[in-house]
């Protein structure tokens, strides 16, 4: 009896691998367009992800530190704080970046770029950039 359910269990599952072979040879000769679909676009999806994060590597080594002049500086009454909020508008970043990076809120990098713009005697981010390097106090 033993020997009987064996041979009746491997006849069973030699059936359903037979079966699972067939089905897997069906699913492959159905549906090969979109497995190949499938695989390019991962390929591709992988391959634009590498050149995004080699980009931004190399983009953020290539950003230009800006300097300030502590004697110009000084003769224009400007803080260190807002020092740190010109060089920041020099490196073109908002002010919602300009707070994220200073730790503060955006209603005080508006107010230091008003009093900025008020001792730079300009009106706008621009100007006052280009002022601040025309009178030496960004480079």
């Known amino acids: 009896m033993l020997k009987q359910t064996l041979l009746y269990g491997l006849g069973l599952a030699a059936l359903m691998m037979l079966l699972k072979y067939f089905e897997y040879s069906y699913t492959i000769k159905s ?75 955006e209603s005080t990098i508006k107010t230091h770029c008003s009093n900025l713009f008020s001792k730079l005697n300009v009106n706008r981010r621009t100007q006052a950039v280009q002022q601040a390097r025309e009178l030496g106090l960004i480079d």
Not at 31 to 53: D, H, K, N, P, R
Not at 59 to 66: F, M
Not at 80 to 102: C, P, T, Y
Request: hydrophobic content about 50%; aromatic content about 10%; proline content about 0%.
């Open 31 to 105: 549906f090969t367009q979109e497995l190949y679909t499938g695989l390019i676009a991962v390929f591709f999806m992988a391959f634009g992800v590498w050149v995004t994060l080699k980009w931004v590597k190399t983009n953020k080594t290539a950003a230009k530190t800006v300097q300030s002049n502590q004697e110009v500086q000084l003769s224009l009454e400007i803080s260190d704080r807002e020092m740190q909020v010109l060089i920041s508008l020099a490196e073109g970043l908002s002010n919602k970046e300009i707070a994220e990076k200073l730790f503060l809120s």
